[in-house]
């Protein structure tokens, strides 16, 4: 009997491990149109934007079909140090546009995927399929609480622990 215990503690954790499902990338991204600035609404953010305040991401499609990227935000609250970050974005082939390589430092690129997009562009989810990070996105630095709302129960479906979802103050 304690053979049988000792097999059953031992199996237990690989029927929690499951790994989950590729994150799906929207079907078609229309790059050009995609271009601009996005207001980071909420996000579970990486080590260097945790205390960011007005958060945005602005993308410009370069002529080599690159994508230059630079994020801007204030450490710390609205009036604090204004910090920049650059990327560079690719698009992967046959992905529809909507996955992307984001190369901070040469030769890493993370993945960046367009989960989610509104079909007027105004709003975005950008997840990663190891669901450490994500975006929620906004042309508008303000949406309502009820898109909000909608937009976190998106991200869930995903696979995501919303609660550790920061809201970003945008001012």
Known sequence: MQGLAAAALVALPLFGCAAQAPIAPVSHVDVQRYMGDWYVIAAIPTYFERHAFHAVESYTLRPDGRIQTTFTYRDGA???KLKTMHATGFVHANSGNAVWGMQFLWPIKAEYIIAWLDPDYRTVIVARNKRDYVWIMARSP????QQYDLLVARVAAMGYDT???RKVPQG
């Open 78 to 80: 609205l009036d604090g």
């Open 163 to 165: 609660r550790r979802l």
């Open 142 to 145: 303000m949406i309502s609480d």
